[in-house]
Every structure is written in structure tokens, then in C-alpha cells.
């Protein structure tokens, strides 16, 4: 699980360029499936047969993470940006990015507005001194993210840049490879843009039409510095999803979840998330519906370059996605 991690994690994949990512996926586990695609859109779809035919299961992680995009280039060679996806300047400013070409630079905030910071505040310095310098390295609408920077903290904790949902991606990629025989047609999907409003997984959901679908996404805890009132915990295992802003989950599938981890000893926790969306919701309300739900992984400092999570509930929640894919949903 670590190596797939720092693996994902090393890939440019900001929304909408998803392509490096979707290479890395499609080579790692084309000799695990029945057939693997890139659709349109540039959703990865990996497909496994099924002991039956009868009804079709989908399993969606996005790709994609937060990032930014070049407006304009100013006359001293400062990169002036907007966001894509949900930026925090705060959390995002005084760090090394890295362009899709390569080229780095760092954030840094005008302090001279002394506070309510907004992303439009942040400019990235590439180190040009005037702005004929700058444009022989970037353009207009060219994105960037921060550098890899996978760190190993204390017993199975680590932080890293994109947890949110790299980690998703390589528990889907992992229970891809272990679930040898899966009782449903099942339908790995590893979607793009979710981060600028769920786009991927909608025409990706109904393309499949599945009946049973689950997301793997990350969550907010209740033990990180100023949450919200919130029972999530770091390392207390796989996160069941009852609600967030996008979705109240089938309580057909919250229940097959809860007793699947129960019939198996894979240690849980019950989730609401009150911000935030997740593929969770485009692949209910697809087509006529499907009964959907969500593992997700209690992570602290979302959307941050240093997203923090405990490995063990990672396995947990592969633990549970795999039995859920070979024992079926009941
Ligand atoms: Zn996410």
C-alpha cells in the first residue's frame, strides 16, 4: 500500500490533466482485469467479470487534486493564478509547486492585505526577473500543484500532498488486484475532475449504470486541531458514510458495510461530513439510481500539502472494499 501511495503521489494529476496518473493506473493493473479503457473524459474504467452477471458494481476514486491555473504573467515575472478545486491560501501559501513542464516555483502571499487572504492574494515567484523571462517557462492556462512530498510521522502515520484521493485511488488500485474473483461485474473507476464539482464520475455512472456503487474518498476527523464537533477519529479504522453536503448514502448499502467489517473484524467508524462532496453522489442520482455508498479515509489537514493519515485505517478500508467486491452486498 505504501509503495502504491508514494507512487500516486509522485504523478502530476491536476484537474483536467489527469493523463500521467491514468498511465500510471492503466500499465500497473491491466494484467488484474478482464479489460481496462480511458474514456473521454479520461476516466480510467477497469473492468473484472464477475462469478455472476446479474448486477453490476461500480467503485469510484478520483484522480484528480486541487491545484492552480495561470491568468497572467506581471511585468517583474510574478505568476499571477486562480484556483482549481477548493484552495485554501492560507494552507497553500510558502510552498514549492511544480508546473506540468517541470518548472518549479514557490507561493507566496501579499501581505499587504493584512487579512481575509483570498487565492487572488497568492502569486507564484519562478525565480524570472521580468516577464519576457517568465514566458519562456509559462502560459497562460498552464497548472501546477505542490512538489511530491511523501513523510513518514510517527508508528503507520504519514503526510503527503494529494492523500485526497491518491489514497483512494491506491486502495481501489490494491483491492484490484486482490479481489481475484469479484461476485459482481465490477467496474474500477478512476475518475477526473471531481475536485471542480464531481464531472468525471457522472458520464463514467452512465456509461456502467451499476447497481451497487461505492466511492473511496477522504474525511474529515473530529481530532484535528479546530474541528467540528465530529466522531471520526484518526486510526479508529474504515469510515462508513452516512451523509455529506452532496449525499445521504443508501442505508441498503450502510448496513451491508457496517455488517460486512462486523462479520470480518475490520475495525469502523460511522461518518457525517458536514462540507464536502464526493463521486458518492453522481453515481446515486446516474441513470435510474444506484444504491451508493462511501469508504472513507479519516484524513487531517485536507487540502493541504501535508494531508495526514494513519496506514492502518488505509488497510482497513481496502479490507473492506475487497470483501464487500468478492462476498457481494447483502
Ligand atoms: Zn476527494
Keep these: 500500500m505504501y509503495e502504491t501511495i508514494k507512487r500516486y503521489t509522485s504523478a502530476f ?29 479520461g476516466n480510467v474504467i477497469a473492468f473484472k467479470k464477475g462469478k455472476s452477471s446479474a448486477k453490476k458494481l461500480m467503485i469510484a476514486s478520483h484522480m484528480d487534486e486541487i491545484g492552480f491555473i495561470v491568468t497572467a504573467i506581471d511585468d517583474n515575472g510574478y505568476v499571477r493564478v486562480s484556483n482549481v478545486g477548493g484552495i485554501n491560501p492560507i494552507y497553500s501559501s510558502y510552498q514549492t509547486v511544480k508546473f506540468e513542464n517541470g518548472t518549479k516555483g514557490v507561493t507566496v502571499i501579499d501581505t499587504s492585505v493584512k487579512k481575509d487572504y483570498k487565492v487572488k492574494d497568492l502569486v507564484i515567484d519562478i525565480g ?22 511523501l513523510t513518514r510521522l510517527m508508528g503507520k502515520r504519514i503526510a503527503a500532498k494529494a492523500l485526497d484521493d491518491r489514497l483512494g485511488c491506491a486502495i481501489a488500485s490494491v483491492s484490484c488486484k486482490n479481489a481475484k474473483t469479484p461476485a459482481y461485474d465490477t467496474y474500477y ?13 457522472l458520464p463514467a455512472a452512465f456509461g456502467i449504470m451499476p447497481d451497487y456503487s461505492i466511492a473511496i474518498d477522504v474525511t474529515a476527523t473530529g481530532d484535528t486541531v479546530g474541528a467540528k464537533a465530529m466522531e471520526v477519529k484518526l486510526g479508529n479504522g474504515a469510515a462508513i458514510k452516512l451523509m455529506d453536503s452532496s449525499v445521504i448514502c443508501s442505508q441498503f448499502m450502510v448496513d451491508s458495510m457496517v455488517n460486512c467489517a462486523k462479520r470480518n473484524g475490520i475495525k469502523y467508524q460511522l461518518e457525517i461530513l458536514e462540507g464536502g462532496g464526493t463521486d458518492t ?9 444506484s444504491h451508493a455508498g462511501c469508504i472513507s479515509i479519516p484524513t487531517r489537514y485536507i487540502h493541504s500539502p501535508v494531508e495526514t493519515i ?21
Design 310 to 330: 494513519d496506514l492502518k485505517d488505509a488497510e482497513a478500508c481496502e479490507k473492506l472494499l475487497t470483501t464487500l467486491v468478492t462476498e457481494g452486498i447483502e
Design 189 to 201: 473507476v478512476f475518475t477526473v475532475q471531481e475536485e471542480v464539482g464531481l464531472r468525471g464520475s
Design 281 to 289: 453522489r453522481s453515481m446515486q442520482v446516474t441513470g435510474s439510481g
Design 128 to 149: 524570472a526577473s521580468s516577464k519576457k523571462e517568465a514566458m519562456k517557462k509559462v502560459a497562460v492556462g498552464d497548472l501546477c500543484a505542490p512538489v511530491a512530498n
Design 13 to 41: 494529476s491536476v484537474s483536467g490533466r489527469e493523463k500521467y496518473l491514468a498511465n500510471l493506473i492503466c500499465e500497473e493493473l491491466k494484467p488484474y482485469t478482464d479489460s481496462i479503457k480511458v474514456d473521454a473524459m
